[in-house]
């Protein structure tokens, strides 16, 4: 599942895509059984870092990404978001090779999620009977968080993969380039994580100037759950995903722009039921190795 990035090439993933993907793929199936009695919505699916539609696992694995699973599901229109040229080419030519009796309904287009997205929700907001799901899957830090704002035009079911690399930048003491400080204001919105996940150390250094510590990683997740809780008035299911020496990669957020009652119980119910199954899969299996 190639991402939102200027490099061209295969894109890698771990253990941890078979989860991602295999989440998407019960929600999707939930979601298209749930709305299926309901005839007058218009359901749609947004993928806004489609890629070339395939992901290639480092033991050789090419597994199909996003844009196959969301289109074994009956949605009116598919939009697929993609940077690159090439990946753009090839998912045209692999849906056209695995699902031609789709090809109306679908929309590729190249660009970036940040300009293309907001345009689609408009679009959706201007049509009562739509529905859908929104999955963002960035390589990196592309997606901004005022993107995430203009998603509250429609009715949207959104799975957000956050890129816990942005840990990594926060660097001990604050010590964080003009650039990256930048890139973290555009991804998280505005500059209060600096407040937020750094400590003023009691005590001063050689220099007589102000240390700070860094707050563990529990306390950016906790930050962004905070941010998401605030923005959609929804309290986020979310689900860390780690590497083989358990450092965090992506943190999987679910969020939900419908103000139904009904429908946020149901939709919040089954996503949490999704993470425990999984979770607990993985639990039996590790206890059995």
């Not at 007589?208 to 959609?232: D, G, M, Q, S, W």
Request: hydrophobic share 35%.
């Amino acid at each position: 599942m190639g991402k939102q990035t200027k490099k061209s090439g295969s894109q890698f993933g771990g253990d941890w895509t078979l989860e991602k993907l295999e989440i998407i793929d019960k929600y999707l199936n939930f979601y298209i059984e749930a709305l299926k009695k309901q005839i007058w919505a218009r359901k749609v699916y947004i993928d806004a870092f489609a890629g070339s539609g395939k992901t290639d696992l480092p033991n050789g694995t090419i597994l199909e990404g996003s844009p196959s699973i969301a289109l074994k599901y009956d949605f009116a229109e598919y939009f697929f978001i993609e940077y690159d040229a090439k990946r753009i080419s090839e998912l045209k030519n692999y849906i056209s090779t695995k699902f031609p009796e789709k090809l109306d309904k679908v929309h590729l287009i190249q660009g970036d999620c940040n300009t293309e997205l907001p345009k689609i929700f408009t679009a959706l907001s201007k049509n009562n009977n739509s529905r859908g799901v929104m999955f963002l899957d960035p390589y990196a830090l592309e997606l901004k968080w005022k993107t995430l704002v203009l998603s509250k035009q429609a009715h949207l079911d959104i799975w957000y993969l956050f890129p816990m690399m942005t840990n990594r930048l926060l660097q001990k003491n604050k010590r964080i380039s003009d650039s990256f400080r930048q890139k973290l204001n555009t991804l998280l919105g505005n500059e209060d994580w600096e407040q937020k996940l750094y400590q003023e150390s009691p005590q001063l250094n050689l220099f007589n100037e102000v240390e700070y510590t860094k707050e563990p990683v529990e306390e950016l997740v906790k930050y962004i759950a905070n941010k998401l809780r605030e923005l959609f008035q929804y309290e986020p299911k979310m689900k860390l995903f780690k590497n083989s020496t358990s450092s965090p990669l992506f943190l999987l957020c679910f969020m939900i722009t419908n103000p139904s009652p009904k429908a946020i119980g149901l939709s919040s119910k089954v996503a949490s039921e999704i993470f425990a199954k999984i979770d607990d899969r993985k639990r039996i299996s590790e206890e059995e190795a």
